[in-house]
């Protein structure tokens, strides 16, 4: 099984391709210090648009650096939660988009428990 994992969680768009053996083909992060550091914090709006601007590019290069087609995904995963909505929405919707067009599963993914 080949999963596209995404994640918008807060300030950093991330796309990664990973298969049931647990090798990690991918791992793309783009982070967003620089566009919020002149704020001491994350400044929500600033960083869902930054999703957008991102998220192809980073889907895009993950796909390439895991030197697979999406017709050969099995599934599509994102961050649903805990997070900024507006940025969560960025990532959902695309992996949403991804699974709709592939007719692949999509499964929506605990922030906090992507980490653990």
């Known amino acids: 099984m080949i999963v596209l994992g ?3 969680s807060c300030d950093e768009t991330a796309a990664a391709v990973v298969d049931s053996d647990r090798q990690i083909r991918s791992n793309v992060v783009l982070s967003q210090l620089e566009a919020h550091l002149p704020y001491g914090g994350v400044v929500p709006e600033i960083a869902a648009r930054a999703h957008v601007e991102a998220i192809d590019v980073v889907i895009s290069r993950a796909m390439s650096e895991a030197n697979l087609e999406f017709n050969k995904l099995d599934g599509i995963a994102a961050t649903a939660g805990p997070g900024l909505i507006v940025c969560l929405t960025v990532g959902l919707n695309a992996g949403k ?4 067009s592939l007719k692949k599963p999509f499964v929506a993914v605990n922030h906090l428990e992507g980490h653990a």
């Open 97 to 100: 988009a991804i699974a709709g």
């Open 6 to 8: 995404i994640e918008t």
